[in-house]
Structures are given as C-alpha cells and as structure tokens.
C-alpha cells in the first residue's frame, strides 16, 4: 500500500516547518509538487532528493508515484480544500494519506479582512465551468469564495458575468500572492473597478452582498420580453409552475426545453432551480434575442440556447437529458419525442402542455408509439384561456 505524507504550503518563499515536519522532509528521498512548490522549497530537501513534477496528465504523474513506497507531496493551503489529496483519494483509494494542512487561500482572505467566514458559500471556478457558481448568485448567498484560475475564471471575468446578468449588489475582495510577504495584496473594489484589471496569480476573490435581490417564486408574465408583443405566446405562470412541479426538477440535473419561444419555461426552471444545467431549443431566429433579454432580466446565467429545427438539430455533443419539456412541436411532436427519447436517461421524463384536443391526441400517440406511459395529466385554466392539460410521459 502506497503512503503520502501530504504538506499544505503557502506562497511565502520563507517557508517555516515544524519539527515533525522537518524530520518527515530529512528522512525522505522522493518528493513532489508544482513547479512553484520546488522553488520554494528547494533549501529544505536533501541532496539526493528526486523530484516528482505535477503536471497534466496526471496519469504520468500517479504512474511515477507506482515505483516508490512513500512520496512526500507539497500542496497549496489545505490538501483537503480542493486540492491534491483528494486526487490521491481518487486515484489510489487504498493509499495512507498523512495529512499536514495550512490555512486554505480563502481562509487567509477571510483573515487579512478580519471577516467571519463561517456562512460563506464556496465555488471553486479552477478549470471548472461556471454551473456552481451561477447556482451561488442567483441562491442570493451574502458571501460567497471564489477559487479562480488565471484563464477564463479571471477577477475582471468573474465581475463582468456578474455586471452582464444585473447582480452589481455584490462588492469584491482581491487576495493576490497570499503568504507571499514581499508581494501579497488584499483590495476591495466595486464590480465596475475590477472589470479589465489585471491581478497577480495565484489569487482568490470574496464577494460580499450589500444589498437584496429579488427572487420571485413565480415571474410574472408582464415582466418578459415577448415575442411581437404577444402575451399568448407565452407559458402563463401558474401553468408554468405546475409544469415545473410535475417534472420534478428539484431531483434532476439536465433540463431540456425544447420550442422554448420566450424562454419564460427555461428561465423560471433556472430561478427556482438553480443547479440545473439548461439546454433550450427553438426554431424562430426571434428567440435568440429574447432569450438573451430575458436571461439578463431575470438574472439566470447558464441557459444554452440553439436556433434552429430541433427535428433536424446535432444532439450529440449535448448532455443526455432527465427532464424534457415540450414547448412547441411544429407538427413534429413524433419525431420529437422519437429524437428525445433515444437520449433520456433511465427514469427520465417528458411534459406537454396541451391547449386541444388534437394536440393532446398527437402526443398520446407519440408516446405510445415510442413506449412511454402517460403517468400523470392535471387539467387547469386561468382566467379566460382555454383549459391546459399538463401531461408527463416516461418510460414504461
């Protein structure tokens, strides 16, 4: 069995070891790390040390560790806040892991500010796609700590997604080269200052709410951007919400809408359900104006749209989907329930809403004839529109 003696570091280049720790780096010969940790702790290694660089693939790097019995590994902050021994976990999950953690980067922000941290949310946006972090502003958190990375999930990036979808009632905290005593830097700024500014990595970010945002269970109608104008081309709210209920989407991850017009299904889907990861379709080139208005109006960043015959659309490279919803057909609802179901994952499920007969009747035959079950059918009206049947469909 493989043991890592695992040892949190800062940036400081005058690093400081306990005992323990100083025994544990004298009486080892294999070490490793990121080009960065070497260089600061080079003085501290034996002169017959053999390094272990950590760099992509990580394959290579857990292949080398194979030849050797214990590996003493230097890591950033603490190993266990998204860092290298939870790699280890995953890639050698019968290894001993000895574990000598220093304070996380966003602990060391916390502390320069002396800003209690104990209800801050926290996202690491390192090499990761942005889901967590959209779910983080529109869940409202008063603070939230962002790990960043020094290409698309930049300060000035992070400022400009925010300021895009209107959530400008947040101020940020820049910690730059922490530990570092020479060159460590703490700023607090508003959004605007930050956008286009460069800032020394490694860094981190705290953003701090001053002030409430609204977040209605239920947008009213009136509040979107329509298409022409016109309010019946629009899922009404409280149908709206009853879809989103009977699609269960508290328990999925993948959302599809599919003929999504306004984006009204989508956008509500994204408010109340933040951590879905949204896919939408539509055939009308209008659309793609209103959904990017209307993402920005209601402040839900993540939703992907695509223009174009969703009948006819290159499905391959989308994630499989848990939760369909059909917003328009086009005289297509076969193919479309044919197209969704070779995709939907196991329990999965589609809705419909009907507002006729004959619409109702083509989608009972569509999902007889591609072997799904009609489970569950709510008829409801509001005000003077004609009854809707709320319909969902899975597999038999």
């Not at 320069?112 to 409202?140: C, N």
């Not at 599919?258 to 539509?282: N, R, W």
Request: hydrophobic share 40%; aromatic share 10%; charged share 25%.
């Amino acid at each position: 069995m493989s043991k890592f003696y695992v040892i949190g570091i800062d940036d400081n280049q005058d690093q400081h070891f306990r005992p323990e720790v100083l025994d544990i780096i004298r009486s080892h010969s294999v070490f490793s790390g990121g080009a960065r940790h070497h260089e600061i702790v080079q003085s501290f290694l034996p002169s017959d040390a053999i390094w272990i660089d950590i760099v992509v693939p990580l394959k290579n790097v857990f292949d080398q560790y194979k030849e050797y019995d214990e590996v003493v590994v230097f890591a950033s902050g603490d190993p266990l806040f998204f860092g290298f021994a939870n790699t280890i976990q995953r890639e050698v999950p019968d290894a001993e892991i000895i574990l000598y953690p220093y304070f996380n980067s966003l602990q060391l922000l916390a502390h320069r500010l002396v800003l209690p941290y104990q209800d801050m949310h926290i996202v690491s946006l390192t090499g990761r796609p942005w889901l967590k972090f959209d779910q983080a502003l529109i869940e409202g958190h008063h603070k939230i700590g962002i790990l960043t990375d020094n290409k698309e999930h930049t300060p000035s990036s992070i400022a400009e997604r925010m300021m895009e979808y209107r959530y400008d009632n947040y101020v940020m905290h820049i910690g730059e080269l922490l530990g570092n005593k020479d060159r460590e830097k703490v700023t607090t700024l508003p959004l605007t200052k930050v956008i286009g500014q460069t800032f020394s990595f490694p860094n981190n970010i705290i953003i701090e709410k001053n002030e409430q945002r609204n977040r209605p269970l239920g947008i009213p109608d009136s509040e979107f951007h329509l298409l022409n104008g016109r309010a019946k081309m629009i899922t009404k709210m409280p149908i709206r919400l009853l879809s989103l209920s009977v699609l269960d989407l508290r328990n999925r991850k993948i959302f599809w809408d599919v003929g999504f017009c306004t984006g009204s299904v989508s956008v509500e889907a994204k408010m109340q359900f933040p951590h879905l990861d949204i896919y939408a379709f539509e055939k009308r080139e209008e659309g793609r104006d209103l959904m990017f208005n209307n993402t920005r109006r209601f402040g839900v960043p993540g939703i992907q749209s695509f223009i174009g015959d969703f009948a006819e659309a290159d499905i391959s490279d989308i994630p499989r989907p848990d939760a369909v919803f059909i917003g328009g057909h086009g005289g297509k609802m076969n193919e479309f329930v044919s197209k969704i179901v070779s995709v939907l994952n196991p329990n999965g499920v589609i809705v419909f809403n009907s507002v006729s007969d004959e619409s109702r009747q083509l989608f009972l035959d569509a999902i007889e004839s591609n072997k799904l079950k009609l489970d569950q059918s709510i008829t409801i009206k509001v005000d003077d529109f004609n009854a809707i049947d709320v319909m969902r469909a899975s597999v038999r």
